[in-house]
């Protein structure tokens, strides 16, 4: 199936622990992005790659570091997790930076105690 | 003033009704215009997709926008339970950049 894909689906961590989570797309698409979706369903984007480089960075806090092996694929690591980085979390890829048709993957429910 | 504004219900309808879904936006910078669902515990998918002021119409869903007063609606006509979703409006700019989302409206079509 072509999607995008992500791993794990659900994480329940500690508070200060050091977490990753893995996304992939077959789509052939140029940019990935990272989402934070809140309890309120808000969805804000974290992160954004085309083709490897770093194009979107929004205020997000250094804890958090995104890496991008290769076009197909954007991880995102999480140093120090708090109670507040529980949230879903989206990756999702497009044909072209910005554009509008975005696919998402399924999410991962990160839960920190 | 928020960027972006959507109410985020819930709202509940019988099937078969209308089902009008609207967002308000303040940047007059955006220029495509889209409407994303997103079924309980998965991710979001691109339901409408437009650039311009007027009506765009795709089976049963409906989008519309205007620019003038910036605002823009989903229509759902003949609703069905399998409807039952949230729905974000969102925002994107002619330069390649992000998408601004709203905060979503919860929906519920009552068999």
Request: with cysteine; hydrophobic share 30%.
């Amino acid at each position: 199936d072509t999607a995008v894909s992500q791993t794990p689906k659900y994480l329940v961590t500690q508070m200060g622990n050091d977490k990753s989570i893995k996304c992939e797309q077959n789509l052939g698409h140029d940019t990935m992005y990272w989402y934070k979706q809140d309890s309120k369903k808000f969805l804000k984007i974290m992160f954004s790659y085309n083709n490897k480089e770093l194009i979107i960075n929004e205020t997000v806090p250094n804890r958090f570091s995104p890496k991008s092996p290769d076009k197909a694929h954007l991880n995102l690591h999480i140093n120090s997790l708090e109670l507040g980085d529980s949230a879903v979390y989206f990756c999702a890829s497009s044909q072209v930076t910005g554009g509008g048709e975005q696919y998402f993957g399924p999410g991962t429910r990160l839960t920190v105690t | 003033q928020k960027e972006v504004e959507q109410d985020p219900g819930p709202l509940s309808v019988p099937e078969g009704a209308i089902v009008s879904l609207n967002c308000t936006y303040s940047n007059s910078a955006f220029q495509y215009f889209m409407w994303y669902r997103q079924y309980s515990r998965k991710g979001p998918e691109l339901l409408m997709y437009t650039y311009s002021s007027g009506n765009k119409e795709d089976g049963r869903f409906t989008a519309q926008v205007d620019k003038s007063s910036k605002y823009i609606s989903l229509f759902i006509r003949d609703s069905q339970p399998s409807d039952s979703a949230t729905y974000l409006c969102a925002f994107g700019y002619s330069s390649a950049s992000k998408i601004i989302f709203g905060s979503g409206t919860r929906l519920s079509i009552r068999p």
